[in-house]
């Protein structure tokens, strides 16, 4: 066999190998499985289990929150932090007595630079102890640049006097001055027993509780 010949022939084994390499490279790329383009902004940054936050005002306290879970996204805007498993707020009166509590099955807290705002869904109970009220509703916004809680949603109101429901509540943020918007179905203790105990603040209540005379 000439030189000419084996030259010709090692171009050709060189050309047929690129070509080989070329076709198991590009097969296998195609073969490989494409991952979906991760979205940053349903990635939480945070996440905290079994939070607790206190806010004290002259070393008494003046909010508590509980949260079991709480997820923090920063990657959207405005960012926002949300507690898929429940949340509990209580509020304190300026003496540190326990006025108000804000419980419900799903929370999200939303801040910007000018607003802050809380909403609150799934069995949504709002009590006052001090006054002996109870709300219920499925939806609570709780604006607190404005210092207003309000619903738009159908909403139970207890009282000791009272029971009352309609659509639409707006209050104020420790629940004092509650006002359902469009009131139906709804009645009142006209006539109560003399010698009935009035209401009391039994979680503030220090001392016996009088029995009920027969």
């Not at 940053?40 to 940054?45: D, L």
Request: aromatic letters at 10%; one cysteine or more.
């Amino acid at each position: 066999m000439s030189d000419s010949v084996r030259i010709r022939l090692s171009k050709n084994y060189k050309v047929a190998a690129i070509y080989l390499a070329a076709t198991i490279f590009l097969s296998c790329t195609n073969s490989l499985p494409q991952t979906e383009e991760i979205d940053s902004s349903k990635i939480p940054t945070q996440v905290i289990d079994n939070m607790s936050v206190q806010q004290s005002e002259a070393g008494k306290p003046r909010m508590r929150l509980y949260a079991s879970k709480m997820e923090r996204y920063t990657n959207t805007t405005p960012a926002y932090d949300i507690f898929p498993a429940g949340i509990n707020v209580k509020a304190f009166t300026a003496d540190g007595m326990l006025e108000t509590e804000i419980t419900a099955k799903i929370a999200k807290h939303i801040t910007n630079d000018t607003t802050e705002r809380w909403e609150a869904y799934g069995n949504v109970v709002i009590k006052n102890y001090i006054k002996g009220e109870t709300m219920e509703t499925d939806t609570l916004y709780w604006d607190r640049s404005s210092k207003t809680i309000y619903t738009h949603c159908l909403v139970k109101m207890k009282t000791p006097d009272m029971y009352m429901q309609g659509i639409g509540m707006k209050s104020d943020e420790m629940a004092r001055n509650a006002i359902i918007l469009k009131p139906f179905d709804s009645y009142g203790v006209v006539k109560r027993d003399s010698t009935e105990v009035p209401y009391i603040d039994s979680v503030n209540f220090i001392g016996p509780f009088l029995k009920k005379k027969r």
